[in-house]
């Protein structure tokens, strides 16, 4: 527990956490203090001036409050006349050379100037002299959008590239005015977190190439998901809308706020990822090559599985542990081996020391935790062994060539349950018994377990058009005893103690629970 | 001020010479940072090429071990580094507050009328080029010009008109 504090705002006592500046500190208690250049993850840099607060102790009439710790007794004044004169002022300067294109601009809906100026200006412009005039429209690099005239020159980005990635592409150029944000002449931003200059940046100057013109922010809706692009699981906001006639579309993914994971950032490929949730997905359900409704192919299935000598199940390292806690209880009461074979899920030396993981799938761990075996050795010697054999989601042809898998398969009845088309290789999939599409993560709910053993909830917004089983479904459907994913959850809780206490996963604490190695099986 | 940030490239690399070479790493050893050379290596680079090139800033940003944003960032808040080429005779008008009101502009109007020379350019034989500079610190002696470092006090369009005949 953090020590708490008590001071003065306004004359009202508040209770804060101590070792916090102003604006941290009262934003917890719902207090307010506008700032601009001030970002938790950057620090404080004290150059917008829209944060300074009187504090009555014989200190100099105004501080910045970014600068400023919070300390016992201090006496606040947010709402003293000079507070407000100085709140407006700053407010009617950073608009002198705005273009105020907000009907044009991306940012319209989440943008600090917009907010500021309903509350702290709201008066009309006295500018007479014609506004300095900047280059619209320039390609940053990596993504990034700059409009020089709506920037406020608060420096965020400046700072994240210098501090965060420390690759510096970015500096305020000129001076007065004039000044800008610029990158030096052929070296534009080109780092795997550039895309984060766009979340920091109060107002419209830095927008998504990827994300510009293509939705309002106020039509999003809002899933708070983890990143399934690699096992560091990044928090994440899945920005999704579904517009009349349409079919329910993921717009951009943005980082949330989790200290013990991600901090405020996310990685640019990471990001990317919502083109594979809305692009290429399989819609319909076939056996022996002709589309069947859902329950034929459950029927037969759940036959084949009876009649046959060894069944093979394979899942993907990125379910949910309630997708594999069903799948295990379906091949507990089949007598069926789970594998998780994944080796292709792993990039060697593409991590980094920041976000970016090798391992590309979002729960590993999990399958360690639940005590599936992974290894090739082991995949392969079932496989051949194995006359039916069901794959949950994984992507095998990560891992094997089309050969390999044709190979391992020749003479098996194969049941496909897949997301995107091509997961066992074109060829195979033209043999397999019959498939089955499932919903991918931004569609379904669940826990994963990131590579530093940190249990994540991800809700999932998305409702497709198109109805799709999520595993838990697919398995319950070929008789797994966890006919929904409560039950799954309760499976979860028995093998995985430490989740025990939480009665369903959405109690889950916002920050993540941490696992321990031998958490399994205790 | 002025849009600066168009710097000009010349398409050759930029080297120091041998001379600021030697006095470059001089330099180097009186700082307890490296980063502190930004602006001492600009004032290298103005002195052997009389202006500052797009090249020059990335050659110093490396040699620093900098970000050439940085460097660039400097370059630019500073008038008193021309980031485009200038004249034999580099004229700079202090437009700060005494001088402004003691008559820069008839001196600035002096160079347009006579020379066709405006702030930021340089006459065509290349002899002379004008620009209009921040505070140059002698507002006793308003209005002030600087001509290639030299300081002229007390000026107006007469005096000018001397002073260049002694230029030509």
Redesign the interface.
Known sequence: MTEMIKLFVNGEEVEVESGKNLIDALEKVGIEIPHFCYHPALGADGNCRMCLVGIEDGRPPVVPACKTLAKEGMKVLLDADNIKKIQHDVMELEFINHPTDCPICDQAGECKLQDYYMKYEGTESRMWVPQVT?RKMQDFGGGVIHDQERCVACGRC?RFL?QITR????????????C?V??????PINNRYGLNVVDLCPVGALTSADFRFKQRAWFLKRAESICHGCSKGCNIMVDHNKEKYEDDIIYRLRPRQNEQVNGWFMCDEGRMTYKLENDNRLEECTLAGAVRPLADIFADAERRIERATKVLFLVSPSASLEQLAAVQALAEKTGATVSAFSDGYIVKDDGDDFLIKDDKAANRAGVDLLGIAKSRTHFDNMAKEADVFINFGNDLSRSLSEEQIGRLFSDTWVLNGATHPGQLGAVMEKKVGSSIALRSWSEYHGVVVNCDGIAQKFVGGVMKNVERPDIVEMAAGLGSPATGTAAAWALVQKKIPALAEFGGFLELPAEGVKLTDNEAGK | MSDRSKLIATGKPFKFDKKRDTEFEQLVKRYPSRESMVLPALWLVQEQESWVCQEAIGYIADRIGTFASKVYEVATFYSMFNLHPVGKYHICVCRTLSCWLRGKQDIVNYFRDELNLTPGKATEDKKFSLEEVECLGHCGSAPVLQINGEFYENMDVDKVKKLLATFK
Request: glycine share 18%.
């Open positions: 900047k400046v210098r690759t510096g592409e970015l500096g305020l150029v000129n001076r007065g005015d004039d800008r610029e990158f030096f002449p052929g070296r």
